[in-house]
């Protein structure tokens, strides 16, 4: 059974950065395509990160040069550096998984077949 499940969310100043994570397990790790969405109260989810294959990477245009993804195949675990925290970035932060690439490709279009329970991000000015 996959199983996704986050942690290193918390509460932090303007400007500030935290590392996100996401251990997964009960599927091939190094073969799916892995990504980060969030969502704010009253928002849309929205796709942050996607990284698939030998480490393709797709951004938000509002992510771009803040956050970076990255994997650790070995350890199993889904990685977001978020810098440089505004307020705007607030939200529940949610790991998925797919076997399929296209979701990482088309992550608006093509859903991930798995999600973890998400981790709160707070940034306070």
């Known amino acids: 059974q996959v199983q996704l499940l986050e942690s290193g969310g918390g509460s932090v100043q303007v400007g500030w950065s935290l590392r996100l994570s996401c251990a997964g397990s009960?599927?091939?790790?190094?073969?799916?395509?892995m990504g980060w969405f969030r969502q704010a109260p009253g928002k849309e989810r929205e796709m942050v990160a996607t990284?698939?294959?030998?480490?393709?990477?797709s951004y938000a245009d509002s992510m771009k040069g803040r956050f970076s993804i990255s994997r650790d195949n070995n350890k199993k675990t889904l990685y977001l550096q978020m810098n440089s925290l505004d307020p705007d970035d607030t939200a529940m932060y949610y790991c998925?998984?797919?076997?399929?690439?296209?979701?990482?490709?088309?992550?608006?279009?093509?859903?991930?077949?798995?999600w973890g329970h998400g981790t709160q991000v707070t940034v306070s000015s």
């Open positions: 998925a998984a797919d076997s399929r690439w296209a979701a990482c490709r088309d992550p608006g279009a093509v859903p991930f077949d798995y």
């Open positions: 990284i698939y294959g030998g480490g393709i990477t």
């Open positions: 009960g599927y091939i790790f190094s073969t799916y395509c």
